[in-house]
């Protein structure tokens, strides 16, 4: 049997912190490439907190999803897709293609108080598609520094934001609360947009998204980023903020929480539908690519005053097991020649930098900086194959609060927990998962369904269910074979126990021991975290009760 010894983990988590990184000004060589009118638009949806289990494609019939739901069926199921397990490094990952260890930012979250950003050395993905005649845009959360301006969007190879720039807000009055302090967080820029209060955050972000689409010059390509604030928690004073009337109008769930949930997902699924639709209008849809994603597992049972579900996959937002990293997602374009699919080649966030760099036709050996993310482009958008180029995703290593996960092909392994195991278990509601309840014709006249008719991309009911049924994961009903990660690692094999039940770390103890060496070869490049401590000069009464770069005043 493997042993481990004490002074391995404490090796673990304090090795190698001596590493520092500078967050400093940095201008870049830009790469003279040919514009071209050819390159595929990008519009990469981002959901927040939305859980695994929260839309239909995944087999539960309680919250319908029909516009998500008609793209996913006509693109390709990302079933093996992970993210980070929490805002901050997921969307740091996205944005720069590497892990969040790399840049500092592996450690909880950005506060609207915090004198720091995404370090100003990285290069962001608006900043590489740029050269290739790119025009970028962001609509909704920033939440990677506003500190100064200089860390803002617009600054960091965005043309045009409107949305908030810290973690959440309240999706009507558009104030956010944290860590003590309140203030109004709505942007078009850099000018507060008082003009928009009363709007809902998410018809907010619709609007705005449709409405650069309309007026998009088809001369270049488009790259869009939809940053939703759906369905993360809004203010402890009001955590679930939906339209009355449409939480009226869900009459299949009980708990009043799930309802409002559902509710705020409902909106999610319009955008998505006015977003192709517009698309469609505009003749762009036949060379775009769309990516939809969440950011990390959902909030279940209360965690954050939420009620998402990750079911039946183990753990919450901010935690290390599946529920908590493995997220909803997929790909769709008609560029994709063998779509309507479900993958199980491993991916992870940082992956989408060079994949979609690759597909919008830029040159990857131009790139000098070293990234962590793979270029998946050919196997996502050519092979059918399970195999994938990806064959290890580190999930994070946190050496404050001395959690960490990494995965090497089927093989996870996990050292330490957060919240001290409170939420590692398993949270429902797992909603009505029987594929026969499922309303396959709502998918053909809901708006995402009837533009991708008009371009024949939408797949046969029949076809549409046995999709369902592959990206829907089960598991047995054995009782699970306790693991504490806080006392000693857990193994489990998650191609074949996606639930986490069966610990095999006395079963398969050199594997265990190869993956313990991975993460300290992880961790010996690992930057310190870049937290620092908040600011009482940012806070937002200071500036007339709005959230703003208060390091441009001080």
Same mark, same amino acid.
């Given at each position: 049997?493997?042993?481990?010894?004490?002074?391995?983990?404490?090796?673990?988590?304090?090795?190698?912190?001596?590493?520092?990184?500078?967050?400093?000004?940095?201008?870049?060589?830009?790469?003279?490439?040919?514009?071209?009118?050819?390159?595929?638009?990008?519009?990469?949806?981002?959901?927040?907190?939305?859980?695994?289990?929260?839309?239909?494609?995944?087999?539960?019939?309680?919250?319908?999803?029909?516009?998500?739901?008609?793209?996913?069926?006509?693109?390709?199921?990302?079933?093996?897709?992970?993210?980070?397990?929490?805002?901050?490094?997921?969307?740091?990952?996205?944005?720069?293609?590497?892990?969040?260890?790399?840049?500092?930012?592996?450690?909880?979250?950005?506060?609207?108080?915090?004198?720091?950003?995404?370090?100003?050395?990285?290069?962001?993905?608006?900043?590489?598609?740029?050269?290739?005649?790119?025009?970028?845009?962001?609509?909704?959360?920033?939440?990677?520094?506003?500190?100064?301006?200089?860390?803002?969007?617009?600054?960091?190879?965005?043309?045009?934001?409107?949305?908030?720039?810290?973690?959440?807000?309240?999706?009507?009055?558009?104030?956010?609360?944290?860590?003590?302090?309140?203030?109004?967080?709505?942007?078009?820029?850099?000018?507060?947009?008082?003009?928009?209060?009363?709007?809902?955050?998410?018809?907010?972000?619709? /609007?705005?998204?449709? #409405? !650069?689409? %309309?007026?998009?010059?088809?001369?270049?390509?488009? +790259?869009?980023? =939809?940053? @939703?604030?759906?369905?993360?928690?809004?203010?402890?004073?009001?955590?679930?903020?939906?339209?009355? /009337?449409?939480?009226? #109008? !869900?009459? %299949?769930?009980?708990?009043?929480?799930?309802?409002? +949930?559902?509710? =705020?997902? @409902?909106?999610?699924?319009?955008?998505?539908?006015?977003?192709?639709?517009?698309?469609?209008?505009?003749?762009?849809?036949?060379?775009?690519?769309?990516?939809?994603?969440?950011?990390?597992?959902?909030?279940?049972?209360?965690?954050?005053?939420?009620?998402?579900?990750?079911?039946?996959?183990?753990?919450?937002?901010?935690?290390?097991?599946?529920?908590?990293?493995?997220?909803?997602?997929?790909?769709?374009?008609?560029?994709?020649?063998?779509?309507?699919?479900?993958?199980?080649?491993?991916?992870?966030?940082?992956?989408?930098?060079?994949?979609?760099?690759?597909?919008?036709?830029?040159?990857?050996?131009?790139?000098?900086?070293?990234?962590?993310?793979?270029?998946?482009?050919?196997?996502?958008?050519?092979?059918?194959?399970?195999?994938?180029?990806?064959?290890?995703?580190?999930?994070?290593?946190?050496?404050?609060?001395?959690?960490?996960?990494?995965?090497?092909?089927?093989?996870?392994?996990?050292?330490?927990?957060?919240?001290?195991?409170?939420?590692?278990?398993?949270?429902?509601?797992?909603?009505?998962?029987?594929?026969?309840?499922?309303?396959?014709?709502?998918?053909?006249?809901?708006?995402?369904?009837?533009?991708?008719?008009?371009?024949?991309?939408?797949?046969?009911?029949?076809?549409?269910?046995?999709?369902?049924?592959?990206?829907?994961?089960?598991?047995?009903?054995?009782?699970?074979?306790?693991?504490?990660?806080?006392?000693?690692?857990?193994?489990?094999?998650?191609?074949?126990?996606?639930?986490?039940?069966?610990?095999?770390?006395?079963?398969?103890?050199?594997?265990?021991?190869?993956?313990?060496?991975?993460?300290?070869?992880?961790?010996?490049?690992?930057?310190?975290?870049?937290?620092?401590?908040?600011?009482?000069?940012?806070?937002?009464?200071?500036?007339?009760?709005?959230?703003?770069?208060?390091?441009?005043?001080?």
């Amino acid at each position: 049997m493997f042993r481990v010894d004490k002074k391995f983990f404490v090796f673990l988590i304090i090795c190698n912190l001596t590493l520092a990184h500078e967050n400093e000004e940095f201008e870049y060589d830009e790469i003279e490439e040919e514009p071209s009118s050819n390159r595929p638009n990008i519009i990469f949806i981002l959901a927040d907190d939305l859980g695994f289990n929260d839309v239909s494609f995944h087999g539960s019939s309680q919250i319908f999803t029909p516009n998500i739901d008609a793209l996913a069926f006509s693109g390709v199921i990302l079933n093996r897709y992970y993210v980070n397990p929490i805002c901050t490094p997921s969307r740091s990952a996205l944005m720069t293609g590497k892990y969040p260890i790399h840049t500092g930012m592996q450690h909880t979250v950005l506060f609207g108080a915090e004198p720091r950003g995404l370090p100003l050395n990285e290069k962001l993905l608006p900043e590489y598609l740029k050269p290739l005649g790119y025009s970028n845009h962001i609509v909704g959360k920033w939440h990677l520094g506003s500190y100064k301006k200089v860390y803002l969007p617009l600054m960091r190879g965005f043309e045009s934001h409107v949305g908030c720039w810290t973690g959440h807000h309240d999706y009507f009055d558009h104030t956010a609360e944290e860590t003590g302090m309140w203030g109004l967080d709505i942007r078009r820029g850099y000018d507060v947009a008082y003009d928009l209060h009363g709007k809902y955050t998410t018809d907010v972000i619709t /609007d705005e998204s449709v #409405k !650069i689409i %309309n007026s998009h010059n088809a001369s270049q390509p488009l +790259f869009l980023y =939809i940053a @939703h604030t759906a369905v993360h928690s809004s203010n402890p004073y009001s955590p679930l903020p939906a339209p009355d /009337d449409t939480v009226a #109008k !869900i009459k %299949n769930i009980e708990d009043y929480k799930r309802r409002k +949930f559902a509710a =705020i997902v @409902h909106h999610l699924d319009e955008s998505v539908g006015a977003v192709v639709k517009s698309l469609a209008d505009k003749n762009m849809l036949h060379n775009s690519i769309i990516i939809f994603s969440s950011d990390n597992g959902g909030p279940a049972e209360n965690f954050n005053l939420n009620a998402a579900s990750n079911y039946p996959l183990r753990g919450v937002k901010n935690t290390l097991w599946e529920g908590g990293v493995r997220a909803a997602g997929f790909i769709w374009s008609p560029l994709i020649s063998q779509h309507s699919r479900v993958s199980n080649q491993l991916i992870q966030v940082a992956d989408w930098l060079p994949t979609l760099y690759s597909a919008a036709g830029g040159d990857l050996s131009t790139i000098t900086t070293k990234l962590d993310g793979i270029d998946l482009w050919d196997e996502l958008s050519q092979q059918t194959t399970a195999d994938s180029k990806r064959k290890e995703v580190l999930h994070n290593i946190d050496n404050i609060w001395g959690s960490s996960a990494v995965m090497v092909n089927e093989w996870k392994l996990i050292v330490g927990t957060n919240y001290n195991g409170q939420w590692d278990s398993w949270y429902g509601p797992a909603g009505n998962r029987d594929p026969l309840s499922y309303p396959v014709k709502d998918l053909l006249t809901c708006k995402a369904g009837r533009a991708l008719e008009r371009i024949s991309m939408m797949p046969k009911p029949d076809d549409i269910l046995k999709l369902r049924s592959e990206a829907t994961i089960s598991c047995t009903n054995d009782p699970p074979k306790e693991c504490n990660p806080l006392k000693t690692p857990c193994l489990y094999n998650v191609v074949k126990d996606p639930c986490e039940k069966n610990n095999l770390f006395e079963v398969y103890p050199n594997i265990a021991k190869a993956l313990l060496v991975r993460l300290q070869d992880f961790n010996a490049s690992a930057l310190p975290p870049g937290n620092l401590a908040i600011d009482e000069r940012g806070n937002p009464k200071h500036f007339s009760y709005v959230w703003t770069n208060f390091g441009d005043y001080i």
